[in-house]
């Protein structure tokens, strides 16, 4: 789920005017086919990236995933050029499909919000979260509370199958509340999701049609954000575990209007059973969105731990025994999302790069190198 990052992203450009552009934004281009190319997007110290194209121009684009082959990705964007009042889930081909000329494939119903997509085995069906059968109309984001910035838990969220032409094929949850963030194995044998079935936000694995449902996670807190490891066996997530007295009663005070503070959060793994779970992380502040390396010994993930003021956001990388952290992008705003593909040969990721000074937030792909 992007909506509270890409909100805080927005606050920061608003402060600092400007100053968010790449450090090469004095080369900025003036047409569509330029600034998917353009080679100065890279910036400095970006040595794992020996090609940048730009997928994207224009609205909030994040949580890109990619179908089983690498040839689609499947995302999720509000974009009032589209007419999208909130995030609706696409699917194109990013080699071919020129998303700076034309809209893409839906393959959301186009009411309520939606999250968290991704495709299923096959390639010919996707699973993805969304309120569209409590109300057709994008449910209200709510406001800082006491200063705090929040994450809404929508309980009208539920997941879903859908083919690519958007129909929907089957409901797989049906529990009252939260249902969302559901994420499938490389294997293709299973999906974990994040849900508040128990009364706490925690880790859930299913069979690809929903049955054999099972908890992975029981610690107070919110766990969210899982990702299966390359050959299936174990799965990252983020945390906020509350610890004192006074972080317990916030966080419940929180949650039951519907809500969390996504400001202080750690990584954790676990094998997919939920055993041997242990805390991987230990930096401050936002440490989330992390997704395996393709050799399944190392993570990549967003975090701000090394700021003041909670910006920028950039991509680092560590071991899952908890070393050898490094810094991926050495950007000045936003890089979150970042997600390989199958065959290790890309990384695609959500960045507030090269956009001009606005507040819109672009899918990029890279060639990787390690």
């Given at each position: 789920?992007?909506?509270?990052?890409?909100?805080?992203?927005?606050?920061?450009?608003?402060?600092?005017?400007?100053?968010?552009?790449?450090?090469?934004?004095?080369?900025?281009?003036?047409?569509?086919?330029?600034?998917?190319?353009e080679?100065?997007?890279?910036n400095?110290g970006?040595?794992?990236?020996?090609?940048?194209?730009q997928?994207?121009?224009?609205?909030?684009?994040?949580e890109?995933?990619?179908?089983?082959?690498?040839?689609?990705?499947v995302?999720?964007v509000?974009?009032?050029?589209?007419?999208l009042?909130?995030?609706?889930?696409?699917?194109?081909?990013?080699?071919?499909?020129?998303?700076?000329?034309?809209?893409?494939?839906?393959?959301?119903?186009?009411?309520?919000?939606?999250?968290?997509?991704?495709?299923?085995p096959?390639d010919?069906?996707?699973?993805?979260?969304?309120?569209?059968?409590?109300?057709?109309?994008?449910?209200?984001?709510?406001?800082?509370t006491?200063?705090?910035y929040?994450?809404?838990?929508?309980?009208?969220?539920?997941?879903?199958?859908?083919?690519?032409?958007?129909?929907?094929?089957?409901?797989?949850?049906?529990?009252?509340?939260?249902?969302?963030e559901?994420?499938?194995s490389?294997?293709?044998?299973?999906?974990?999701?994040?849900?508040?079935?128990?009364g706490?936000l925690?880790?859930?694995?299913?069979?690809?049609?929903?049955?054999?449902?099972?908890?992975?996670?029981?610690?107070?807190?919110?766990?969210?954000?899982?990702?299966?490891?390359p050959?299936?066996?174990?799965?990252i997530?983020r945390?906020?575990?509350?610890?004192?007295?006074?972080?317990?009663?916030?966080?419940?005070?929180l949650?039951a209007?519907?809500?969390?503070?996504?400001?202080n959060m750690?990584?954790?793994?676990?094998?997919a059973?939920?055993?041997?779970?242990?805390?991987?992380?230990?930096l401050?502040?936002?440490?989330?969105?992390?997704?395996?390396?393709?050799?399944?010994e190392k993570?990549?993930?967003?975090?701000?731990?090394?700021?003041e003021?909670?910006?920028?956001?950039?991509?680092?990388m560590?071991?899952?025994?908890?070393?050898?952290?490094?810094?991926v992008?050495?950007?000045?705003?936003f890089d979150?999302?970042?997600?390989?593909?199958?065959d290790?040969k890309?990384?695609?990721?959500?960045s507030?790069?090269?956009?001009?000074?606005?507040r819109?937030?672009?899918?990029?792909?890279?060639?990787?190198?390690?």
């Open positions: 789920m992007k909506q509270v990052f890409i909100a805080l992203v927005s606050l920061f450009i608003i402060a600092c005017g400007t100053e968010n552009k790449s450090n090469n934004s004095t080369e900025e281009t003036t047409t569509a086919d330029s600034v998917a190319t080679a100065s997007i890279i400095e970006e040595k794992h990236f020996s090609s940048l194209k997928l994207t121009d224009g609205g909030d684009n994040a890109a995933y990619w179908s089983f082959d690498d040839s689609k990705l995302f999720q509000s974009n009032p050029e589209w007419e009042e909130c995030d609706q889930i696409f699917v194109f081909d990013w080699q071919n499909d020129n998303l700076m000329e034309k809209m893409p494939q839906m393959v959301s119903t186009g009411l309520g919000r939606t999250t968290c997509s991704y495709f299923l096959g010919t069906t996707i699973v993805y979260a969304s309120t569209h059968l409590a109300d057709s109309a994008c449910p209200p984001t709510p406001e800082r006491n200063g705090r929040v994450w809404p838990i929508y309980e009208s969220f539920d997941i879903f199958t859908a083919d690519l032409e958007g129909n929907i094929v089957n409901q797989l949850t049906t529990e009252p509340g939260y249902d969302a559901a994420t499938v490389p294997k293709g044998d299973k999906i974990v999701f994040t849900s508040l079935r128990t706490d925690e880790l859930f694995t299913c069979d690809i049609d929903g049955s054999n449902v099972k908890q992975i996670t029981f610690d107070l807190g919110y766990d969210g954000g899982a990702f299966f490891s050959d299936g066996t174990k799965l997530f945390s906020s575990r509350p610890k004192t007295d006074e972080e317990v009663k916030k966080y419940k005070d949650l209007e519907g809500l969390v503070e996504p400001t750690e990584l954790y793994i676990c094998n059973d939920g055993s041997e779970l242990r805390q991987l992380t230990d401050g502040k936002a440490n989330w969105c992390p997704f395996f390396h393709p050799s399944g993570v990549i993930f967003a975090s701000n731990h090394h700021t003021r909670g910006f920028p956001f950039n991509l680092y560590i071991n899952i025994d908890g070393t050898g952290l490094e810094q992008t050495n950007d000045d705003t979150a999302f970042p997600v390989f593909s199958n290790g890309h990384l695609v990721f959500s507030n790069r090269n956009n001009g000074g606005t819109e937030t672009n899918l990029f792909v890279a060639e990787w190198q390690d």
